[in-house]
């Protein structure tokens, strides 16, 4: 391929050849690992930056208001600004306090969220290590974030960081099964479990629909059911419960303070980036262009680009969703979203079945639609809607 | 057979088990519960089993853990008693837990199971071990996967019939 395409893993083959010279052959694979490792470490934290201000700019036009215009250029150096006063804020942790497990819940929570981006392939050969079991590695790790998450509520000694945990934890664990069982899908029809070999599967074709899995009836659908599933996990709107500001403060990061409250927020981030890349991965083709004529451009700007395009949904998702109620979120999670995905995992067993031609498109369509308008007024009728009553504490 | 990573995973394992039993307040005796599911993973990992690995961390780290937590908390578990958990039997529970080692540790090694012959080393791949699940184990990974299924689809119809207006 391009030499721009290649561009950064001829500039990792350069560096160890320059340090096979001065260092011991033993050290190799390290120095290898950390010059795989390394980029991560910069590029995804400066993502986190710049989605910051994306996100805070694209809310304060979503509710008709400038957004941060004071420090630099258009804002441009707010992350910067609150990066520095994260880190010279007194760090406060209370008198009752776990303090073994305060401190590790935020510190763990980073680290699993950087450990999952070492399966995700960002470009044609740009994959830290591909596992064979790379997408049960990335969910395996990725559910340490629930235990972490009960952990940093338990140890505040806090009631509200308490109730925010609970919810956090019934959120994700209620939400972890569509986001798995919606994945399945694709497994089905790539017939593997490795992210690279996946993203291969999506190659472009010679013919006019592309190949990407979200161009077939149960993509499509399992797409939708992963981001939905995907935004419940990063615990943003509308299933901001955990952290709902009007009802338990901030949830279970209440008591933290300083850089710890910094880290919580660099792991949330860093957590939905991973899983926007994995969506891309699975159902938007990866680093593939839809055509073959668009090869050309290199693979890792049409993975960035995907992915900035996947994070500009989960902005204008939280600008424009209200929050839900915590029944009414129990309720989409067990009464659509796991019926819808379980599905959708007979559809895609259908699709392959039947084989190409129009006829699976036909009954895999017909399927969809018809699953969820049953499931989505089934859940119509069940919310019993009418005019909400308030009672007040006497 | 016993090599370093080998001994750091036991050590990790044994102490995480013995503080999930010597800790006094329930929720660190749960996460210390956790680091054993942890290093069990990693020891599946070492052997090079990956797929057992990754599953037993997903599984047991994502949904048994969570589920002693909640066990826990919905119990009002979470306080510090005042004084040791230890019941004054404690030393029966030992003695027990010895001799069932023992009778376990015994019946395997006398097991021909035990020493097989030495065969090369087998690569198993996720490929392979769905193969199996699809064609000899097809019936065990039914039966399981309906009554897995059943189980799911209960707790929604029991969620769903919440008994109108409280």
Redesign the interface.
């Known amino acids: 391929m391009s030499g721009v395409d290649q561009l950064f893993v001829q500039l990792k083959h350069w560096a160890l050849a320059r340090c096979a010279g001065i260092l011991p052959e033993a050290w190799q694979p390290l120095v290898s690992l950390l010059l795989s490792i390394i980029p991560l470490l910069v590029i995804f934290p400066t993502l986190f930056a710049a989605m910051v201000w994306m996100e805070r700019k694209g809310l304060g036009r979503i509710q008709n208001r400038y957004g941060p215009n004071r420090v630099g250029p258009f804002g441009l150096l707010q992350p910067a600004a609150d990066g520095i006063k994260a880190l010279i804020k007194e760090d406060i942790v209370p008198r009752a306090a776990?303090r073994v497990?305060h401190w590790l819940a935020p510190v763990l929570l980073v680290t699993t969220a950087f450990t999952v981006y070492a399966v995700l392939p960002f470009g044609r050969n740009m994959v830290v290590v591909d596992?064979?079991?790379g997408l049960?590695?990335f969910?395996?790790?990725g559910?340490?974030a629930?235990?972490v998450v009960?952990?940093a509520g338990?140890s505040s000694r806090n009631k509200y960081a308490?109730l925010g945990a609970?919810r956090a934890?019934a959120q994700m664990?209620s939400y972890?099964i569509p986001l798995v069982l919606s994945t399945v899908t694709v497994v089905m029809i790539a017939?593997?479990?490795s992210l690279p070999q996946i993203v291969l599967a999506q190659s472009p074709a010679s013919g006019w629909w592309p190949a990407w899995f979200v161009f077939t009836p149960w993509g499509a659908a399992g797409f939708v059911l992963f981001l939905i599933a995907a935004n419940a996990e990063a615990n943003r709107s509308p299933f901001d419960l955990p952290e709902g500001e009007s009802e338990i403060i901030a949830g279970y990061f209440i008591e933290y303070s300083g850089f710890k409250f910094a880290l919580f927020f660099l792991g949330e981030y860093l957590s939905l980036f991973a899983v926007s890349a994995l969506g891309v991965t699975l159902f938007l083709g990866g680093w593939h262009a839809p055509y073959v004529v668009g090869e050309w451009v290199p693979s890792w700007v049409w993975f960035f680009l995907k992915l900035l395009a996947v994070l500009a949904l989960f902005i204008w998702t939280r600008g424009t969703l209200p929050r839900l109620r915590q029944d009414q979120l129990?309720n989409f999670a067990?009464?659509f979203m796991?019926?819808m995905t379980?599905i959708n995992v007979v559809i895609a067993a259908l699709w392959h079945w039947i084989g190409s031609g129009p006829v699976r498109w036909l009954v895999c369509s017909a399927l969809v639609i018809g699953a969820y308008s049953l499931l989505g007024r089934g859940l119509m009728r069940?919310g019993r809607w009418m005019p909400r009553t308030y009672r007040f504490a006497e | 057979m016993v090599t370093g990573p080998f001994l750091i995973l036991a050590a990790l394992i044994l102490v995480g088990a013995v503080a999930a039993v010597r800790m006094r307040?329930l929720?660190?005796c749960v996460?210390a519960v956790?680091v054993v599911f942890v290093g069990l993973?990693a020891a599946y990992l070492q052997l090079g089993a990956?797929?057992v690995g990754?599953?037993q961390?997903?599984i047991y780290?994502?949904?048994v853990?969570?589920l002693l937590?909640?066990a826990v908390?919905l119990t009002r578990g979470?306080e510090v008693p005042e004084r040791a958990l230890f019941s004054p039997g404690w030393h029966w529970g030992v003695t027990i837990g010895a001799a069932v080692f023992a009778l376990l540790a015994w019946a395997i090694r006398q097991s021909p199971a035990a020493h097989p012959p030495p065969a090369a080393p087998v690569q198993v791949?996720?490929?392979q071990i769905g193969t199996a699940l699809m064609t000899h184990d097809v019936l065990a990974l039914e039966v399981t996967g309906l009554l897995l299924?059943a189980a799911?689809i209960g707790?929604?119809i029991i969620?769903?019939n919440d008994g109108g207006p409280q």
């Open positions: 776990d497990v596992l064979e079991a049960l590695f969910f395996a790790v559910t340490v629930e235990l009960f952990m338990w308490l609970m934890v664990i972890e017939g593997t479990l129990m067990w009464k796991i019926p379980l069940a | 307040n929720v660190h996460l956790a993973a990956q797929f990754w599953a961390m997903l780290v994502g949904a853990a969570i937590v909640f908390l979470g791949t996720v490929e299924t799911l707790a929604v969620a769903m």
